[in-house]
């Protein structure tokens, strides 16, 4: 007869499933976030962009973006030998995207990897957390060459992401960097979006005005080009944008 009791086997089991549930817990918690503060100028785990001068004004879908770290602080790298720290350079934030930490992979150790790509993110350069992820692409980025065509800010967010292997993904790069800030960003205020456009709008309509419809092809072009160059150094050459 039963006695109702469970028995040694169950308790250990019991026991066994507690005790990974309690070990994946503690490996997926993280510190909380403070609140995002455009303000302050903070904004926590997010990927930040603001225009650039002359070349926002005939291209507006092109700018600068940098990296937070978890506490709000800006990171960006905007010049050669240079990444600046709570300095975002060509103004403030006007555009953010703040990333889901559960979706990188923090190896604690080799056999640690929570992600599909153990190898190839161990032989690129993991992280164990957000901010040292970070911190290594600040030291791989602060004796790099800037430049706008070959080695950029966007360069830099793909290196980080890339130690983050976030989203799963070890593929990051200028394109799809630009892509996730332009389409899923959300804008600081109203004044980012006038700030952001209003230029682009003042350029066409002299553009316009003075020359005419060759400017809007000219214009046409030019962005045609920057896009062309992009996707063929990214995706063709991949050597070309390799920094």
């Not at 993280?30 to 785990?45: G, Q, R």
């Not at 967010?157 to 790069?173: D, E, H, K, Q, V």
């Amino acid at each position: 007869m039963p006695s109702g009791k469970p028995s040694l086997t169950q308790l250990n089991l019991s026991y066994g499933v507690e005790k990974k549930l309690t070990a994946e817990k503690i490996e997926h918690e993280f510190w909380p976030l403070d609140e995002i503060d455009p303000k302050k100028a903070k904004f926590p785990c997010c990927i930040v962009w603001t225009p650039l001068p002359v070349v926002s004004w005939l291209a507006p879908f092109i700018g600068h973006v940098g990296i937070c770290r978890e506490d709000g602080t800006v990171i960006d790298f905007s010049g050669s030998n240079l990444v600046n720290c709570n300095n975002f350079a060509y103004g403030s934030v006007a555009k953010y995207l703040q990333l889901d930490r559960k979706q990188c992979c923090f190896p604690p150790n080799a056999n640690g990897h929570t992600c599909k790509h153990r190898y190839k993110h161990a032989d690129f350069g993991s992280a164990i957390t957000w901010d040292d992820a970070i911190r290594l692409t600040i030291h791989n980025f602060e004796h790099k060459s800037f430049n706008l065509f070959t080695c950029n800010c966007h360069s830099f967010i793909a290196n980080c992401l890339n130690r983050l292997c976030y989203g799963g993904s070890m593929t990051w790069n200028m394109i799809n960097v630009a892509a996730l800030i332009l389409f899923k960003g959300t804008w600081v205020d109203g004044l980012s979006v006038l700030r952001s456009f209003l230029p682009f709008m003042v350029m066409l309509c002299l553009g316009v005005f003075m020359v005419g419809w060759p400017f809007l092809i000219g214009l046409f072009s030019f962005s045609l080009l920057l896009i062309g160059w992009y996707l063929l150094g990214t995706y063709c050459f991949k050597n070309l944008l390799d920094c």
